[in-house]
C-alpha cells in the first residue's frame, strides 16, 4: 500500500534514508537525525514530502521529495530527493507505485515535472526509470558546494544594513 507519511512514520523513514546511504555507498556521509526529518515533513513550515510504501503494516520503502519551479513552464513541478525500496521488497511493483503516487500529485496540482537524479553505476535503477518513460538529462552536469567552499562563497557577501 502507498500512503503520504504520517509523523509516526519517521522513524522508518530515518532508518530507510541510512539503507539508501548505505546502497549508494556513502553511509560515512549520512548523519540525519530523526527529530531533523521530523522538522522537515512535520514542522511548523514543511519543506519536503513523503510517501510510504507498507506491506503488512510495516513501511518498506519512501520517496521524500519537494516542490520545485519551471522557469520555462511557469509552475512548479516535483523534485524526488529519495526513493528507496528495500531489497527484499524490489520487483514487486512499490517503486512504480511510489513514483505513479508522485506522477498522481503532478497531475493533481498542474505541476508539468517530475524530476530526479540517479548515480551513474546504478544500471539497475536506470533501467526500471527507463522503463516507465523517463528520459536521461544527459547533457546537463551536476553542481554541489558545501562546507569551506560554501562558507567561503557565503563570506563574500555585503551585508544588510
Known amino acids: ?23 549508494e555507498k556513502s553511509l560515512d556521509q549520512c548523519s540525519v537525525r530523526p527529530e531533523q526529518v521530523h522538522a522537515a515533513l512535520f514542522g511548523t513550515n514543511p519543506s519536503v514530502f513523503a510517501h510510504v510504501a507498507e506491506v503488512d503494516e510495516t513501511v518498506v520503502g519512501v520517496a521524500l521529495w519537494f516542490l520545485n519551479f519551471s522557469t520555462w513552464d511557469g509552475v512548479n ?65 551536476t553542481f554541489r558546494m558545501t562546507g569551506d567552499a560554501l562558507a567561503a562563497l557565503a563570506a563574500r557577501t555585503t551585508p544588510a544594513d
Open 1 to 23: 500500500m502507498i500512503r503520504r507519511a504520517t509523523a509516526d512514520d519517521v522513524s522508518a523513514i530515518t532508518g530507510l534514508i541510512y539503507e539508501l546511504a548505505d546502497y
Open 77 to 141: 513541478g516535483i523534485y524526488l530527493e529519495d526513493l528507496f525500496v528495500q531489497p527484499a521488497f524490489r520487483g514487486s511493483g512499490l517503486g512504480t507505485e511510489l513514483l505513479a503516487a508522485l506522477a498522481a500529485e503532478c497531475t493533481r496540482n498542474g505541476y508539468t515535472r517530475l524530476s530526479w537524479w540517479v548515480l551513474d553505476w546504478n544500471a539497475p535503477s536506470i533501467g526500471f526509470y527507463e522503463s516507465l518513460g523517463a528520459v536521461a538529462q544527459d547533457e546537463w552536469t
